[in-house]
């Protein structure tokens, strides 16, 4: 169905896989947005693989050119956000229970864990960088 040489646009391909594919990939991302880049890396790779075949891309093309032109956001932003919207509407929640699970407060520096919610204040990996930089100059040109 999403393959090149589908008769399906592109713009239901997309759909397809924004709503099938990848809540599946994303399930309880809040939870594991902090984990190793490397665990992350497997599933960008499966959204790198559907960019190209939706769009028959050739291998020459860039990564981040594909996720410019089909608008989507990397996995490591898409948890992320996801995230960020999590803790903001868990932290006003009405149970004390998951309000306080919510608001923490982070450990001292010398401290050796690491918290979930610190997945949101890493800096954003490499193809984010670039997919965010490419939408920069595209705003630069359409004012």
């Known amino acids: ?25 994303t399930y309880a991302c809040p939870v594991f947005a902090h984990a190793a880049p490397t665990a992350l890396q497997d599933l960008q790779v499966i ?42 509407i868990a932290i006003n929640h009405p149970n004390p229970l998951i309000s306080a699970a919510a608001s923490y407060e982070a450990p001292p520096e010398n401290h050796f864990l690491r918290r979930p919610r610190n997945a949101l204040s890493d800096p954003p ?10 939408n920069k100059a595209l705003e630069n040109l359409m004012e």
């Open 125 to 134: 990996d490499d193809l984010t960088g670039e997919v965010e930089e490419l």
């Open 1 to 25: 169905m999403i393959g090149r040489k589908s008769k399906m646009s592109l713009l239901n391909k997309r759909t397809l896989y924004m709503m099938c594919i990848r809540p599946v990939m």
């Open 47 to 88: 959204q790198n693989k559907f960019c190209r075949r939706a769009t028959g891309a050739q291998w020459y093309v860039k990564n981040s050119v594909l996720h410019r032109d089909l608008e989507l956001p990397t996995l490591s932003k898409y948890m992320k956000d996801a995230s960020e919207r999590f803790f903001s």
